[in-house]
């Protein structure tokens, strides 16, 4: 099990950016693909990003695609979610998330999630 804690949320107009941070503990890290979902009020979670465990792959949910960047610090045991241009459609509850091996956009095949981080943007 890895715990993860989730920084970096908060308000933001549109078109501003956010940067989100996940640290990891308690596993090591590079077992593990990372991945980034979000939560609206009264919708399911949703995926955003996944990024594999060397960094060679990553994916995006299409309505995020060129504006958001998952990457991660090995040697800091964290991934980061880089927002850019964001609207407020954008705004959700972000969680990170981590499973072993392979990448995955699908919530169900993450086992371990951090608390969420609140990114609100205003129009």
């Known amino acids: 099990q890895v715990q993860l804690v989730e920084s970096g949320g908060g308000l933001v107009q549109a078109g501003g950016s956010l940067r989100l941070s996940c640290a990891a503990s308690g596993r090591t890290f590079t077992l593990y693909a990372m991945g980034w979902f979000r939560q609206a009020p009264g919708k399911e979670r949703e995926f955003v990003a996944t990024?594999?465990?060397?960094?060679?792959?990553?994916y995006y949910a299409d309505s995020v695609k060129g504006r958001f960047t998952i990457s991660r610090d090995n040697a800091k045991n964290t991934v980061y979610l880089q927002m850019n241009s964001l609207q407020p459609e954008d705004t959700a509850v972000y969680y990170c998330a981590a499973k072993r091996s392979a990448t995955a956009t699908t919530s169900g095949e993450y086992n371990d999630w951090g608390q969420g981080t609140q990114v609100t943007v205003s129009s």
């Open positions: 990024i594999s465990r060397y960094c060679s792959t990553t």
